[in-house]
T-cell receptor, first 116, second 115 residues
C-alpha cells in the first residue's frame, strides 16, 4: 500500500532563514510526487511536481524539492523564506490506476510558520 | 487558465439534512474526484469517478454519500443525512485522460458546517 509521511507537523522559522520540509513515501509501484500549498482559508495550490528526469525540481515562489529514490524522500526546500510563505504544505504521491486516472494520497501536512 | 470551480463556498446545515456540493471540472478532463479535509487534519480521498461510474472509493464514502454527473458538466457530491462529523472542507478535483503527469487540479473547496 502507498503512504506518505511528513515528518514535521509544524516548522517555525525566522524570516529570511532557510527551511526544509521533510516527506517520505512508500510505494510498490512508480509514483509521481507533488507538493501542494494551502494558504489560510484557501484551496490547494500546486507548488511543484516530480514526474521523471532530473531529481531536483523547481516550483513556484522559490521552492525546490529533491527526489531521492534510495531514501524514498521528496523534501521541500527554500533558501530564504518570507512571511507570506506561512501556510500548510502537503506532500502527495499520485499513482496511476487501471482506467488511466490517478489516485493522489496526501501526507498529514506541515504547517510552516514564518516569524519576523 | 481553466480551473475547477465549486459551489457553494460555504454551507451551514442542520444535522440530518441533505446537502449537495457542486463542482464544475475542467472541460476536457474525464476523471473526477472528491476529497475531504476536516479542520486541522489531512486531506482524505473520498471517491474517484470515470465514465459515469465510481472507479474507487474510500472507507469514508459510505452509503450516506453519492456522486453523479447529471448534465455532462457538473459533478456533484450528495450527503443524504448529514452528521456533525461531516463538517469539513470538501475539495473537488479533476485530471486529464491519459496524462502522464499525475496532477490533479483542485477547486477552492466547499466548507460544510453541520450544526
Amino acid at each position: 500500500a502507498q503512504s506518505v509521511t511528513q515528518l514535521d507537523s509544524q516548522v517555525p522559522v525566522f524570516e529570511e532563514a532557510p527551511v526544509e520540509l521533510r516527506c517520505n513515501y512508500s510505494s510498490s509501484v512508480s509514483v509521481y510526487l507533488f507538493w501542494y500549498v494551502q494558504y489560510p482559508n484557501q484551496g490547494l495550490q500546486l507548488l511543484l511536481k516530480y514526474l521523471s528526469g532530473s531529481t531536483l525540481v523547481k516550483g513556484i515562489n522559490g521552492f525546490e524539492a529533491e527526489f531521492n529514490k534510495s531514501q524514498t524522500s521528496f523534501h521541500l526546500r527554500k533558501p530564504s523564506v518570507h512571511i507570506s510563505d506561512t501556510a500548510e504544505y502537503f506532500c502527495a504521491v499520485s499513482l496511476l490506476w487501471g482506467a488511466g486516472g490517478f489516485k493522489t494520497i496526501f501526507g498529514a501536512g506541515t504547517r510552516l510558520f514564518v516569524k519576523a | 487558465e481553466p480551473e475547477v470551480t465549486q459551489t457553494p463556498s460555504h454551507q451551514v446545515t442542520q444535522m440530518g439534512q441533505e446537502v449537495i456540493l457542486r463542482c464544475v471540472p475542467i472541460s476536457n478532463h474525464l476523471y473526477f474526484y472528491w476529497y475531504r479535509q476536516i479542520l486541522g487534519q489531512k486531506v482524505e480521498f473520498l471517491v474517484s469517478f470515470y465514465n459515469n461510474e465510481i472507479s474507487e472509493k474510500s472507507e469514508i464514502f459510505d452509503d450516506q454519500f453519492s456522486v453523479e454527473r447529471p448534465d455532462g458538466s457538473n459533478f456533484t457530491l450528495k450527503i443524504r443525512s448529514t452528521k456533525l462529523e461531516d463538517s469539513a472542507m470538501y475539495f473537488c478535483a479533476s485530471s486529464e485522460r491519459g496524462a502522464n503527469t499525475g496532477e490533479l487540479f483542485f477547486g477552492e473547496g466547499s466548507r460544510l458546517t453541520v450544526l
